[in-house]
């Protein structure tokens, strides 16, 4: 298990959970970012935040901090 | 009539639609949240004439964003005979997440499977006719780009909006389908509507759904202390969401055939790898908003003046004389714009005048039209093409999808001043218009990110302050011989932008302290820009400035006009020596000391209340700065030419004031454009700090009418006075500030130094006392 804020570029896995609360997680979850979504970071900002990733076929921006909450399983 | 309701997800061609059904104007760009009020237009290619409405797209149907619920609450209240939910082929799972919720209303749906023409060109397919019976719902392929399907998509809407349909939901079978049908029996027993959609919301905790059945909720509170799931525990909002997008993927996402397409990078993505590169990136951008303003105001295109020869780049001696290059060097697009409308205005009004001379010729007749009329309508139509030109920029960065990206990669830098690179966007929009950038600013989710991103949009200055900049730069360049107007009118675009992050910064630590908005955005591929797209929008803009000149411009000029030749007991001013006993002089007088410490309030001698004036004319629409001096200064310069003596014996001209304007005139260094500004500065005997100082009180002050309107409907109740408190505010200090430091450049006394490191102390003071305070006063969490 890993955490989406601690990815490296290219590298991509698939959620297992979503450890936050409110707003942030309803906004992730309407986004697609649920459980079984495979997600593949893409890129991330010039100044290292906010990170770029590629799920459910298309491309999301969100922060670390963001991630910080999205554990993943690591995807060889 | 018939309603028919467009609803889908931002960026999934809504608006494409909406324009390709409606033959409409609407504007189309390439980020999410282009539409965020609803529009109506009617359809009239069908048996019978059908009107539409395209609601702002969402993501979901949760309360979150002011948009979301305008889309629910349309949906739920004026139930239109059919909802057209748009799918973005090329991104089928998030969009069919709304689907789902839009489903569970009962409303007729036709799904609309948009870009087709893309997904086939990947090489991909999907098998609409069994994703139409495992939706329930008729599907119709179509490209609202290209405008096929369009009108079996119609056919199929009518069709089913002749049926009543029942909600219908893929929850069935999840584990707490149970208690969703027990709340949606209990709602349908009060005799709700849309039984099923509100048991849902309400089992998901919705704040709307909650408050509006008190009744209800607590059979779902009971509920949940018997209930425990592994992954979610009591929160049924996560395990709706998660349950949708599971039978998405079970039952949906199989509909649809992939080409292998291996590791190739389309264009899309090797423009981004450029554009949001580690190094390049961020300069990149600033080139780009460079090249922007370079592109629209430089009288010295491309910096070749050094290099071209003068009489070459002027076309000296020919009947295009000044027109595309000066002896600055080659003008600009923008500026060549300007000059082609400058001639061509002047042309009509002086046939016009010419015209008005042969039928009459009362004076007060043809002072009205020539100089109270023409002028000042001429001086603002001939910035028109300028402004469109800007627009134009504008749009394209928002058509191919860059704005989205400028998000993503300042969102860092804007973090430190308290707002996310989401807010950037309506910001930007604001060199444009600042009042569809307050309107965008519903996109944001956090009610303070948006309080704080409209009272800073005037700061980034409009389209309509533009005529101020260049007319006043250009003139101060001429008037007092510094360089390049350019490089001013540069400096006070960023000098806007730092008032901004100002204002934010000591917003953020004060009224408006909070945590950071979340920053969770869609980047859509970028594209290039629909050449239709974008002249329809600029048509439509151009339609609303040349409105704006015939209205709300001409009123005002015309009463200048009269309140500068009359005097309070209504007797014509024929003597120019008493342009001081007028209403508007009066007036002006009377507001003048308001302006002092400005620098373009009481020291300014004789006819120096023009600016008080246009100060505050520019409160109504800032075009009415540049028309009110344009007037003011024909009706002065009018009275100069004919009998200059009288004014000096009238203490209305210093003697040094009237030879300066008697060697500007013999100078012949100016042209037409700027010589009525200059004329002003040399009878106002106003100083260059002065005239930055009043270009900066404009930019920063109350916007204009309709952008008050705009924030009063788009700010939370009982904000708008405060919001006009801290314009005014902002704007005094800011010009106030600005005028010290421009004196202290000016004159370098010792005075104005100490002057100036005292602002400077007092002001980082007041920031680390906010920080310093804030730090012992924890955050509310709410």
Known sequence: MKKLSEFSI????VIKSIVCEGRIKRRLFDMGVTPGAEVYLRKKAPLGDPIEVTIRGYELTLRKTEAECVNLEVKD | MKRFALAGNPNCGKTTLFNALTGSTAHVGNWPGVTVDKKEGVYKKGSEPISIIDLPGIYSLSPYTPEEVVSRNYILDEKPDCVINIVDATNLERNLYLTTQVMEMDVPIVIALNMMDALEKQGDKIDEKELTKRLGVPVV???????????????KAIESSNEIRKGKTVLEGCEIWHLI??????????????????????????????????????????????????????DFEALVADARYKYISKYYSPLMSKKDKGVKLSKSDKADKVLTNKWVGIPIFLAILFAIFHLTFSENFLFLGGVLNDEWVSLSGTAFEGLFGSGEGLASPGVILFNLMDVITATISGWLGAGLESITSTPWVLGLVNDGILAGLCGVLSFVPQIIFLLLCLSILEDTGYMA????????????????????IPMIMGFGCSIPAMVNTRTLADERERTLTIRAIPFFTCGAKLPILAAVTGAMAMAFNIGSADLITYALYVVGMAVAVITILIMRGTTQ??????FIMELPAYHAPGFKGLMIHLWDKTKHYVKKVFTIILASTIIIWFVSNFRWDWTLISDPSQMNESILASVGKFMQPI??????????GGLGWVFAVAAILGLIAKENVIAGFLTLASVILA????????????GVLSPEILSQIEALIASGEFGEEGYEVVAMIAATGIEWPGLISFIVFNMTTIPCFAAVATAKGELGKGKIKWTLLFWIATSFIASAITYVFCTMFATWSTWSIIVSIVIIALMVFAILGIRAYNEKRPLKSK
């Open chain 2, 639 to 650: 009275m100069f030419t004919v009998q200059p003596d009288i004014l000096v014996n009238a």
């Open chain 2, 595 to 604: 302006f002092t410490p400005l620098g373009f309030g009481s020291q300014l």
């Open chain 1, 10 to 13: 290219g590298e991509s896995g």
């Open chain 2, 513 to 518: 302290r909070g945590e950071i908005a979340p």
């Open chain 2, 141 to 155: 392929k179509i490209s609202a780009l290209k405008g096929t399907g369009i009108q079996e998509l119609m056919e």
């Open chain 2, 181 to 234: 049908n027990d709340v949606r029996i209990a709602l349908d027993g009060q005799d709700i509507e849309n039984p099923l959609f509100h048991a849902i919301k309400l089992v998901e905790n919705d704040e709307i759904e909650v408050a509006m059945h008190q009744n209800t909720i607590k059979m779902v509170e009971e509920f949940k202390k018997t209930f425990e799931n592994e992954l979610f525990g009591t």
């Open chain 2, 405 to 424: 990206r400028v998000a993503f990669i300042l969102d860092r830098i804007f973090r430190r001043f308290g707002v996310s690179g989401r807010a950037f």
